[in-house]
């Protein structure tokens, strides 16, 4: 999909372009602003193609974002998952598995609550890892099937 919106990204910019002339960005500026104003005078699809372009570039530039969180989270979640892990002694209970940002665990309820804790201690403490200079929280849960 990322490819597909850069793909049209390109493309409206592209067609948006084919309207001014080659040399245009290295007229100036007061020219540039004449010759704009002509195109857009005769073609106003022209702004069409630019708001397109610029809405796409939008989805880019927040995709790009956001990879940059999901990609910390998912870093964040695997320390937490070796920590949570590395505490876990047991072939029955423990981690059983880990999605985004969230873990899921079994224990037996005389050490659910303990658990909870130390399983939120390690969330927290693994931020440290990809957000220092960021003060992480995180919550647990207890229930008969996965909060999500």
Not at 15 to 33: H, L, V
Not at 83 to 91: H, K, P, Q, R
Not at 100 to 116: C, M, P, R, W
Request: net charge neutral; with cysteine.
């Amino acid at each position: 999909a990322q490819s597909s919106v850069a793909s049209a990204c390109n493309y409206y910019a592209k067609q948006a372009m084919s309207y001014f002339p080659s040399d245009y960005s290295k007229k100036p500026k007061s020219e540039r602003d004449i010759i704009k104003k002509e195109l857009y005078k005769k073609n106003p699809e022209i702004s069409n193609l630019w708001r397109k372009w610029g809405k796409l570039k939008g989805v880019l530039e927040r995709r790009a974002l956001n990879y940059r969180i999901q990609s910390a989270a998912a870093i964040m979640t695997k320390i937490a998952m070796l920590l949570i892990e590395e505490d876990n002694l047991s072939y029955e209970e423990g981690l059983l598995i880990a999605i985004h940002d969230e873990t899921l665990s079994e224990f037996t309820n005389d050490i659910v609550e303990e658990k909870k804790t130390f399983i939120r201690d390690s969330m927290i403490k693994s931020a440290i890892y990809t957000c220092p200079d960021v003060k992480m929280d995180a919550s647990a849960d207890s229930g008969d099937h996965w909060i999500h």
